[in-house]
């Protein structure tokens, strides 16, 4: 088993915000999930964070890829304080869910979840995204519980027909244009990581399905580029209820102010949009600037 120390992360806040589809909550309170090939139940005490590996390597023995994972690696503390100074409503934001960290995930894996998430809801994408795992993913287990998410390469030889049994409708479609071009070396991780975000962005966009939402979460959830800002229907609310018309780019604006972290910050201000059931009619908090 590892611990390590959570620096104020909550796994259910972090788990369960949208930003990824292959944690499920147990009834003890703990978390079960794949990661990269690793199954592992993950829980918190006393301030720590603890795994226990379920399939595959044993945490223990990789300290430094789950604290990666979970984001430990930084220092949220004083980012969260940096970005409560920067913006009162941003700070009211943080309050809502102070423990959500923006996790570091698999580069394939983020596309094409988010790609299946399109007009969708999150229980039938984790149903999908579960049903691509134990279809075409390898056993890690041996015993058809845990199964790793498929790779490129596998997933680049099949026709729309044989995804027929996820129910993924036109997205399919879409899964297979995305796993050609990384199967090919058309999607260059390292390159995307090193290149100026918008150009990162142009690239992920000449995939078919792949618009600027999809794309901006991709570069935020799988390549940490922590100043992409994903911008759907509850962001577009809670950018009208937050700021003034002064603000013609909130990305801009809070990348300005918390140092190039408004992808972090983005993930409290939706948090904050969908608790809030924000609507068209929402009013605008006079304590924002």
Same mark, same amino acid.
């Given at each position: 088993?590892?611990?390590?120390?959570?620096?104020?992360?909550?796994?259910?806040?972090?788990?369960?915000?949208?930003?990824?589809?292959?944690?499920?909550?147990?009834?003890?309170?703990?978390?079960?999930?794949?990661?990269?090939?690793?199954?592992?139940?993950?829980?918190?005490?006393?301030?720590?964070?603890?795994?226990?590996?379920?399939?595959?390597?044993?945490?223990?023995?990789?300290?430094?890829?789950?604290?990666?994972?979970?984001?430990?690696?930084?220092?949220?503390?004083?980012?969260?304080? /940096?970005?409560?100074?920067?913006?009162?409503?941003?700070?009211?934001?943080?309050?809502?869910?102070?423990?959500?960290?923006?996790? #570091? /995930?698999?580069?394939?894996?983020?596309?094409?979840?988010?790609?299946?998430?399109?007009?969708?809801?999150?229980?039938?994408?984790?149903?999908?995204?579960?049903?691509?795992?134990?279809?075409?993913? /390898?056993?890690?287990?041996?015993?058809?519980?845990?199964?790793?998410?498929?790779?490129?390469?596998?997933?680049?030889?099949?026709?729309?027909?044989?995804?027929?049994?996820?129910?993924?409708?036109?997205?399919?479609?879409?899964?297979?244009?995305?796993? #050609?071009?990384?199967?090919?070396?058309?999607?260059?991780?390292?390159?995307?990581?090193?290149?100026?975000?918008?150009?990162?962005?142009?690239?992920?966009?000449?995939?078919?399905?792949?618009?600027?939402?999809?794309?901006?979460?991709?570069?935020?959830?799988?390549?940490?580029?922590?100043?992409?800002?994903?911008?759907?229907?509850?962001?577009?609310?809670?950018?009208?209820?937050?700021?003034?018309?002064?603000?013609?780019?909130?990305?801009?604006?809070?990348? #300005?102010?918390?140092?190039?972290?408004?992808?972090?910050?983005?993930?409290?201000?939706?948090?904050?949009?969908?608790?809030?059931?924000?609507?068209?009619?929402?009013?605008?908090?006079?304590?924002?600037?």
């Amino acid at each position: 088993m590892l611990t390590l120390d959570a620096n104020g992360l909550c796994l259910a806040q972090t788990l369960d915000c949208g930003q990824c589809f292959r944690w499920q909550p147990q009834p003890d309170g703990s978390w079960v999930g794949v990661v990269e090939g690793r199954a592992v139940q993950a829980w918190q005490e006393d301030g720590r964070l603890c795994l226990a590996g379920l399939a595959g390597p044993d945490p223990a023995a990789e300290p430094g890829f789950w604290r990666g994972y979970f984001a430990l690696d930084l220092d949220y503390p004083a980012l969260l304080a /940096q970005m409560r100074a920067a913006h009162k409503g941003l700070a009211a934001c943080i309050d809502g869910a102070p423990g959500i960290r923006v996790l #570091r /995930q698999p580069f394939f894996e983020t596309l094409i979840t988010f790609l299946i998430s399109q007009n969708n809801n999150i229980p039938r994408i984790k149903g999908i995204v579960d049903r691509l795992c134990r279809g075409l993913g /390898q056993s890690l287990d041996g015993a058809g519980r845990f199964y790793a998410f498929p790779t490129a390469g596998r997933l680049a030889e099949l026709a729309e027909e044989d995804l027929a049994f996820l129910r993924a409708g036109w997205r399919s479609g879409y899964i297979l244009d995305a796993a #050609r071009r990384a199967a090919a070396g058309r999607l260059d991780e390292a390159a995307l990581r090193a290149a100026p975000l918008d150009r990162a962005r142009a690239c992920l966009m000449e995939v078919r399905g792949v618009g600027p939402k999809v794309a901006d979460c991709t570069l935020l959830y799988g390549l940490g580029r922590w100043e992409a800002y994903p911008v759907d229907v509850w962001m577009r609310r809670a950018g009208q209820a937050l700021f003034t018309r002064r603000v013609k780019d909130p990305a801009a604006y809070l990348n #300005r102010k918390t140092g190039g972290h408004a992808g972090i910050a983005q993930q409290y201000i939706f948090a904050w949009a969908r608790s809030a059931g924000l609507t068209e009619k929402t009013h605008k908090n006079p304590a924002c600037d």
